[in-house]
C-alpha cells in the first residue's frame, strides 16, 4: 500500500525530514525509550517495515495559563519567528506541520488554546482525540507552575487514560538568571516526573533541555 504514503501537496522542507531521533534528555525526564514501544512498531522496526504502520497524523494540544508564551512557542516552531508583542488568542487558532519520519509522511495539528478564563470553555471543547498534551508554564511567575496540574487534569479529561504523551515547557527562561532558572528547574521536573511528563524549557519560543542557559 505505498501509494496511500505517498504525501499531499509538495514536498516537505528538508528540516522537516525526520531519519534518526535525537538522544533523549535524561531517561528519567524521557518516558519514550525502546522498552515503552509498542510490541508492533518494536517488530516493525525490527522488519523495517514500518511502511505499513498507519499513524500519519497526531494532534497536538498546548494548554496553560494565559501570556506564559503558548503561542510564541507554536510561531517559533512553524514559522521560526518570534514576537515580543502580545496578542491574546481568542478561543483557539491551530497550525499544520508536515514531516517525513523514516520515511513516512506525518503530519502535527498544533492546537494553540486560549489561556484566558473566559475561553476556555470554548478552548476545551479541543482537547478531545489529542495524543500530545503540552502544558506550559512561566518560569518567571511560579503561580502559572501550580496552575499546570489543573490544565493537564483538564486535558487529560478528554482523552482515554495512557493515550497521550505529555511534555511539561517552561517559558521565558532569558529572563531569569541561571540559578533561579536552576532553582524553578528542579521543581518543574519534579512536577513532570510527577505528572508522567517531559521536561523542557524555552527561551524565545526555542525549546531548550534543562541546564541549558537563556540566550
Ligand atoms: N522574554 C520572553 N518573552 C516571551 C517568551 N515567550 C513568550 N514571551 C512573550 O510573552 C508574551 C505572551 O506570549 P504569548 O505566546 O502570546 O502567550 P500565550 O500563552 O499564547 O497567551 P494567551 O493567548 O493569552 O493564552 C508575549 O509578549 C511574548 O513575546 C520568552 O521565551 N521570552
Known amino acids: 500500500m505505498r501509494s496511500s504514503l505517498v504525501p499531499l501537496g509538495p514536498p516537505v522542507s528538508?528540516?522537516?525530514?525526520?531519519?534518526?531521533?535525537?538522544?533523549?534528555?535524561?531517561?528519567?525526564?524521557?518516558?519514550?525509550?525502546?522498552?515503552?514501544?509498542?510490541?508492533?512498531?518494536?517488530?516493525?522496526?525490527?522488519?523495517?517495515?514500518?511502511?505499513?504502520?498507519?499513524?500519519?497524523?497526531?494532534?497536538?494540544?498546548?494548554?496553560?495559563d494565559l501570556y506564559v508564551g503558548k503561542?510564541?512557542?507554536?510561531?517559533?516552531?512553524?514559522r521560526n519567528v518570534f514576537d515580543r508583542n502580545y496578542k491574546a488568542t481568542i478561543g483557539v487558532d491551530f497550525e499544520i506541520e508536515r514531516f517525513e519520519v523514516a520515511g513516512i509522511p506525518y503530519s502535527l495539528q498544533i492546537w494553540d488554546t486560549a489561556g484566558q478564563e473566559k475561553f476556555k470553555c470554548i478552548a476545551s471543547a479541543y482537547y478531545r482525540g489529542a495524543q500530545v498534551i503540552i502544558t506550559t508554564f512561566d518560569l518567571t511567575d511560579l503561580q502559572t507552575l501550580d496552575h499546570?496540574?489543573?490544565?493537564?487534569?483538564?486535558?487529560?479529561?478528554?482523552?482515554?487514560?495512557?493515550?497521550?504523551?505529555?511534555?511539561?515547557?517552561?517559558?521565558?527562561?532569558?529572563?531569569?538568571?541561571?540559578?533561579?532558572?536552576?532553582?524553578?528547574?528542579?521543581?518543574?521536573?519534579?512536577?513532570?516526573?510527577?505528572?508522567?511528563?517531559?521536561?523542557?524549557?524555552?527561551?524565545?519560543?526555542?525549546?531548550?533541555?534543562r541546564g541549558c542557559p537563556g540566550l
Open 71 to 78: 503561542t510564541s512557542l507554536i510561531r517559533r516552531f512553524c
Open 14 to 64: 528538508q528540516d522537516r525530514v525526520i531519519t534518526s531521533f535525537p538522544k533523549c534528555y535524561t531517561p528519567a525526564a524521557c518516558l519514550q525509550l525502546r522498552e515503552h514501544f509498542h510490541g508492533q512498531v518494536s517488530i516493525a522496526c525490527q522488519r523495517r517495515s514500518t511502511g505499513t504502520v498507519g499513524l500519519r497524523l497526531s494532534k497536538v494540544v498546548v494548554v496553560g
Open 148 to 209: 499546570t496540574r489543573q490544565w493537564l487534569e483538564d486535558a487529560l479529561q478528554e482523552n482515554e487514560p495512557g493515550t497521550c504523551f505529555l511534555f511539561l515547557v517552561g517559558t521565558k527562561k532569558d529572563l531569569l538568571s541561571g540559578a533561579a532558572c536552576e532553582q524553578v528547574e528542579v521543581e518543574a521536573v519534579r512536577l513532570a516526573n510527577e505528572m508522567e511528563a517531559e521536561y523542557w524549557g524555552e527561551c524565545e519560543g526555542v525549546l531548550q533541555p
